[in-house]
C-alpha cells in the first residue's frame, strides 16, 4: 500500500536548522505533488510549503518564506524540508502530504499523508 514517511525532525536551538525527508513507497510519486503542514499544539494545521510535480514551482507561507526550502528527488520519491533559522514558534508535529499533479496550500486537496515527526525549537 502507500506510505510516507518522514524523518529528520528533533529539539533543535532557536537558530539552528533541520533537514526534514518523507519518503513515499508503494507506487511512484513522479507525476505528484508534494506539501508540507505543520500542527501545533492547540491549532489547526497549517500549510507551510508545496512543490509541483517536477519542481518547477515552490510556494511557502509567510512564515517560513526566506527560511525554509522545498525540494524533492523523483529518483528516491522523496522531499525535503530544509529549515534554518529555526524560532520557537516552528515547534510542530510536520507532515507531508502528496496530490496529483501540482502542490496546493489546502490539506483536503492531497490524497496521501504521512504520519508526522515532531520538531522542537527551544528558545
Known amino acids: 500500500q502507500v506510505q510516507l514517511v518522514e524523518s529528520g525532525g528533533g529539539l533543535v536551538q532557536a537558530g539552528g536548522s533541520l533537514r526534514l525527508s518523507c519518503a513515499g513507497s508503494?507506487?511512484?510519486?513522479?507525476?505528484?505533488?508534494w506539501g508540507w503542514f505543520r500542527q501545533a499544539p492547540g491549532k489547526e494545521r497549517e500549510f507551510v510549503a508545496a512543490?509541483?510535480?517536477?519542481?518547477?514551482?515552490?510556494y511557502y507561507a509567510d512564515s517560513v518564506k526566506g527560511r525554509f526550502t522545498i525540494s524533492r528527488d523523483n529518483a528516491e520519491n522523496t522531499v525535503y524540508l530544509q529549515m534554518n533559522s529555526l524560532k520557537p514558534e516552528d515547534t510542530a508535529v510536520y507532515y507531508c502530504?502528496?496530490?496529483?499533479?501540482?502542490?496546493?496550500?489546502?490539506?483536503?486537496?492531497?490524497?496521501?499523508w504521512g504520519q508526522g515527526t515532531q520538531v522542537t525549537v527551544s528558545s
Open positions: 502530504a502528496a496530490r496529483w499533479d501540482s502542490g496546493s496550500v489546502r490539506s483536503h486537496e492531497y490524497a496521501y
Open positions: 508503494g507506487r511512484t510519486f513522479i507525476n505528484y505533488g
Open positions: 512543490i509541483t510535480w517536477n519542481g518547477g514551482n515552490t
